[in-house]
């Protein structure tokens, strides 16, 4: 053994003496800090270990297990160990890396110094990384024990959080945005027939129609986002029954040939003579077709045709059950959009349409609870296929009827 790897293997040994001495008391402290809901609460003191043999576990062990990224570092802020997920979050680190060139942000550099100049309490800050993609962390740092010169560096990921956040602050915005105009439009003529309409009977007819409309759209919105929140209240109750989908579909298509007529539609189907099974609550998945079949006739009509087929290559692939139009189709740009809540291709197309903006995203919700995926194929004037993608029901549960 050369000069240089006795050297290292005396730091490292250094270092693990360290760690295994001070690191566990402390960092259970640190944790219990981390998520108390009173600011400056007392940490939990570890129960007693007795002969648990805690005490002779590696403490490099315990930091390691901590899901959360998780670095040492010592007074210069040198790190001296990061966990697995610090690497998976943050790329690998060389052991006396500075962790001020790690993390260049003022605020960070900000929160190791406070750390590192002997704060007794824990301290923290709101930290985002924005490359390669954007995550949003709580970052704790506090010292360990009250001698050793070494610190701990936790990062919470909030990303989740905030982006839930984000839209609830969205869907409430743009809830009272679609209320907001039928009821604008509504008072304006209740206000116009209070005064110069008062007389004025085709006016007053007119207006009346208008108000009919409007007050449709409304409860059409409100019927919308109360199937959303029902759904979002059971979003992992998976249906228990199993439903021939090409006969279900079918029935869906004979309830809306009324409207497709409306529309100058022609439905077509092509489906097998045999049954399609998949696992499903049958209510929902009509309420899966019936938008999808219903935007077909809407926004596709100038087609002429719309095109339902399903197909299962074998019992143990997976069943495609696909609408399709010929309209103007949906330029590519929106596809990756099109299942958000109130997200329009062309708003005044879908609103004189009578659209609230809000079926694909109950399709979207429906599918997730059925362990299917909806997928999207559209070119500008080829019209847009619509596939809904069922997972295969085994042979085995089909012949058991459960």
Known sequence: ???????????????????????????????????????????????????????????VFLAAAVLDPLYI????????????????????????????????????????NTAAAGSEEPVAINYAERVPVERAYRVVASRIGNDT????????????????DRMRADFIANASHELRTPLASIAGFIETLR??????????????????????????????????????????????????????VEGVIEAMRHLAGESGVVIESAFPAKPILVAGNPDELVQVFENLLENA???????????????????????????????????????????????????????AQKGTGLGLSIVKHILTRHDARLSVKSKPGKGAAFTVHFPPVPPAVQSSGQ
């Not at 701990?152 to 839930?164: T, Y």
Request: overall charge neutral; hydrophobic content about 40%.
């Open 195 to 248: 005064g110069p309409a008062r007389d004025d009977a085709v006016a007053r007819e007119n207006f009346l129609q208008i108000m009919h409309n409007q007050t449709q759209r409304m409860a059409r919105l409100i019927d919308d986002l109360l199937s959303l929140s029902r759904l979002e209240m059971k979003p992992y109750l998976k249906p228990g029954g199993q439903v021939d989908i090409a006969r279900l």
């Open 73 to 112: 570092f010592d007074r210069n802020a040198e790190i001296l160990y990061a966990n697995e997920a610090a690497d998976r979050a943050f790329g690998p680190v060389a052991t006396g890396a500075s962790l001020r060139l790690k993390f260049r942000a003022p605020e960070m550099h900000a929160l190791v």
């Open 149 to 164: 010169g070494l610190f701990v560096l936790l990062f919470k990921d909030q990303s989740e959080a905030r982006r839930i």
């Open 297 to 351: 006739c809407k926004y596709g009509g100038s087609g002429g045709r719309v095109l339902v087929s399903a197909e299962q290559a074998s019992p143990l692939d997976e069943v495609r059950l696909t609408v399709r139009d010929f309209g103007p189709g949906i330029a590519e740009e929106h596809i990756p959009r099109i299942t958000e809540r109130f997200y329009r291709v062309d708003v005044e197309t879908s609103r």
């Open 1 to 59: 053994m050369n000069a240089t790897e006795n050297e290292r293997r005396q730091t490292a040994q250094g270092i693990w003496q360290r760690l295994r001495d001070v690191l566990i008391t402390p960092l259970v402290r640190g944790v219990a800090r981390l998520f108390s809901s009173e600011p400056g609460a007392r940490p939990v003191e570890p129960a007693s270990t007795g002969d648990s043999g805690i005490d002779s576990l590696p403490a």
